[in-house]
């Protein structure tokens, strides 16, 4: 109770400074702090209907904590009441706080923490995003033992439900051979299933690249192989 108070309090006399500059100090409003003052009053709602204790507000409001305009950002709170309803059982909370430690954003970086909520959200969730997520640190990893066997297990978990990182990835371990036997039909099928979405591939590491990496899957397939590949690509449905 006394944190929620101490946030409304706070937001209110930003709320006041600001909405005095903007309409008082200067004859045109700066877009970026009437943009500002916009999402204040959003965090003053949202304070308001998170005391209620509902994980769906906790989640809304550190979102806007989370994700909002540079200066309005409070690291600490978000993860407070992404903590919150996450204990409460909400889905998306639990990958959200996994993703903070995970970051080191509002507490220490912690991997293994990180590990735990994404295995929450991941396994009982089924959240994609905290599939992908999980199956990263086991590849890489951090917080966890290194195990390729793992990491495609639950890249391949994140990939039927269409997460593009995933499904490149997932290709490029079955090009290698990395912890699965050495496909380069299935390897081209995910490729040319996350190719379309290669700028959010890229976007997640610029490193990756679908299209060169499925140019190099071209030559080293015979014609039979790439038709196979495009035909299972084709066919594909979520969930397979």
């Known amino acids: 109770m006394r ?4 946030i409304l309090a706070v937001v209110m006399l930003t ?10 100090g200067e004859k045109g409003a700066d877009p ?44 600490r709170n978000a993860l407070q009441l992404f903590r919150k309803a996450a204990e409460q059982g909400h889905i998306r909370a639990q ?3 996994g993703s903070m430690y995970a970051a080191g954003l509002g507490t220490s ?8 909520w994404f295995l929450l959200s991941a396994n009982l969730g089924r959240d994609r995003d905290a599939q992908f997520a999980l ?15 793992t990491a495609i297990s639950w890249y391949r978990k994140a990939a039927r439900q269409r997460h593009p990182v995933a499904q490149f990835l997932l290709g490029v371990m079955y090009m ?8 380069l039909v299935e390897a081209y099928k995910w490729v040319l299933l996350a190719e379309p979405q290669a700028q959010k591939v ?19 397939m015979n014609r039979s192989q790439a038709a196979a590949g495009r035909k299972a690509a084709k066919n594909w449905r979520p969930g397979r």
């Open 32 to 75: 970026e702090r009437v943009e500002m003052l916009a999402h204040l009053r959003k965090i003053e709602a949202g304070v308001e209907a998170a005391n209620s204790g509902h994980p769906n507000d906790q989640f809304r409001l550190a979102g806007l904590y989370r994700y909002g305009p540079e200066k309005t950002r409070n690291y």
């Open 15 to 24: 709320l006041s400074g600001l909405a005095a500059h903007i309409f008082f």
């Open 176 to 183: 290698e051979g990395w912890g699965v036997d050495k496909d």
């Open 109 to 116: 970086q912690s991997f293994y923490r990180a590990a735990e």
């Open 3 to 6: 944190f929620t108070l101490f």
């Open 202 to 220: 890229t976007g997640h590491d610029r490193k990756l690249n679908p299209k060169l990496v499925r140019q190099r899957l071209e030559e080293d």
């Open 95 to 97: 990958y959200e706080l």
């Open 135 to 149: 199956g990263d640190l086991y590849f890489k990893g951090r917080g966890v033992a290194h195990s390729y066997g």
